[in-house]
Nanobody, 126 residues
Framework: QVQLVESGGGLVQPGGSLRLSCATS????????IGWFRQAPGKKREGVSC????????YYADSVKGRFTISRDNAKNTVYLQMNSLKPEDTAVYYC???????????????????WGQGTQVTVSS
């Protein structure tokens, strides 16, 4: 049974940091790209970052480039999203997702991913 479980969300002040974790099970992480998405109230789900399986290439949305870092530990079946210099506009529910054949040009598209976690809330507020 495929499972992705996010953790690490919470309330943080602007300028602060959080590290999200995506613990996976039921599939071989080595063969899947993992994406992080977020969804704020009233907005559509948007791609934040992705790490590929074959070459570990990473991708970031322009809005988070230079502030967020994605990494993976295949031995622990876990993918991380380090978020620094957080802003109020980063407030959203964050989801991780797994896809076996994610194309570089469409890494931020929801349809590229087959499996999704339940999400973790991140709130950036003073």
């Amino acid at each position: 049974q495929v499972q992705l479980v996010e953790s690490g969300g919470g309330l943080v002040q602007p300028g602060g940091s959080l590290r999200l974790s995506c613990a996976t099970s039921g599939f071989t992480l080595d063969y899947f790209a993992i994406g992080w998405f977020r969804q704020a109230p009233g907005k559509k789900r948007e791609g934040v970052s992705c790490i590929k399986s074959n070459d570990d290439n990473t991708y970031y949305a322009d809005s988070v480039k230079g502030r967020f870092t994605i990494s993976r530990d295949n031995a622990k079946n876990t993918v991380y999203l380090q978020m620094n210099s957080l802003k109020p506009e980063d407030t959203a529910v964050y989801y991780c997702a797994a896809g076996p054949g994610v194309y570089d040009s469409s890494w931020s598209e929801v349809y590229e991913y087959d499996y999704w976690g339940q999400g973790t809330q991140v709130t950036v507020s003073s």
